[in-house]
């Protein structure tokens, strides 16, 4: 062999080599950076999952978990909050990001003791206290083969915090969680209970769903559960021009879809050109076994292992779309699909955290939306880590409503250092990209950071002014607070561009 051919041999074997070594060699680096250093915070200070809004407050204090005896505390409670000048926030899982359940200085109700619950398999009918996590909720359900209607699509929140930010899922075809409530019960600022319904106290029903703790304390809630089933995943990648046309015409060939989400490609090169369609076929035969949640060290490694990397979220995809599909298996259970927490792949560093945020679009103008996110996003350097898409229906029920028409959600899921200047780069970011949700007549999310401007926010939901007028007459000495309310909806706030 010529010594020019053995070069070339040389040369290509360490490339070969380099091309196996290079994805092993990003999870072993991941593997050592992913330590858990989440500070413990303080006494009398609070957080939440963003690990950005680190607060003083008075206090925070527990609900007993027994009905009676909380119910009774709780009055109490606020009681003595008004009469000493003390506001009060409430809080469950706290995976809002923008301070949604803290009040600085005030007191900060905690409801996870608050979990009991009991089904009416007659009326098919879950009642629940507000506390109670989805993580509960589903194993619960499925000893009686039983399912929540509609939830989000990790189940490391709380009942009480899901109808309060009205969440949606990937459930298909359904509106977000208000449409299942079919009643809860509220107890005001004065410390009275009412019980709230579409024609019992029916205003209350609309503002306290997606009303953000402004009103009351939700204390439990009866909501209609479905059957569990037996579910066929039918997974697709097609660009993105195609996704829709494939969506359609798959529901015209099977329109029993139980569930249906989309991951698109988040890779700098081709963000967004490509999409991975799931849907999810009611089929007969035997509802697999709900399994306990193994483990998922490698899932976890090549997800944060795409932070910060170009070449790992490319590993990520082509794992996503190629090597997935064969572990997974197809054949689900609908509670297996909802069973799965967050914690698994959420940044657990010192230096960077997780940031979520939430567009809802017409059909008809998500390319126009996502045309103009994707420079955006590139412009500002932005670290996106997964987009998911949703299909989400009118919303009839509350009254600070996202989703005024049906609509597709565009979840997206950053990553930020945590420092001042990562956040005023992601609040320069998120301002652009709202500009251009506005701008496509959509919508954003309002559970996550507070960085859109009071006229964003405004022009977003313009019937925020009657909302919050609404909140003071039903909280005139305006008990409940927390910074949301405290940036969108004092009188004092003037409706600036900040």
Known sequence: MSPRKKKWLLLLTIGVVALLLAPVFLLVRTAYRDRSVIEKLPPGYTDDVSRLDKTQIAGIWDIPGDPERGEKELRELLLKAQSSGLRVSIAGARHSMGGQTIYPGGIAINMLPFKGMKLDEEKNLLHVQAGAKWADIVPYLDGHDRSVAVMQSDNSFTVGGSLSVNCHGWQYGRP???????????????????????SENRELFSLVLGGYGLFGVILDADLPVVANERLRLEQYEVPLGGAVELFDRKLRQKP????AYARMNITP????????????????????????????????????????????KKMRWSAETTIQPELSGTIFSRNQLMNDSAEWYLDRSEDTTDILHEYFVRRES????????????????GDLLNVTVRDVRTDNDSFLKYANQDMLAFVMFFSQPRTMAGDSEM???????????????????????????????????PQADEFFKLKRRFDPQELFQNEFYQKYGKQSADHSVE
């Open 269 to 312: 090169q081709k963000m967004f050109d490509q999409v991975l369609v799931n849907l999810f076929y009611k089929e007969g035969g035997p509802i697999p076994h709900l399994a306990a949640a193994g483990s998922h060290w490698l899932p976890r490694l090549v997800f944060r292992g795409s932070a910060g990397s170009t070449f790992g």
């Open 176 to 198: 977000p969680i208000a449409s299942t409530v079919e009643s809860f019960r509220l107890m005001k600022a004065d410390g009275s209970v009412v019980r709230c319904t579409r």
């Open 427 to 461: 609040q320069s970011m998120t301002r652009e990209l709202i500009n251009s949700v506005l701008d496509a007549g959509g919508r954003y999310y309002l559970p996550y950071r507070l960085h859109a401007t009071r006229a964003q926010f405004r022009r977003a939901y």
């Open 256 to 259: 029993d879809v139980e569930m």
């Open 366 to 381: 998500a390319g126009r939306f996502l045309s103009a996110a994707r420079k955006i996003i590139q412009k500002h350097n």
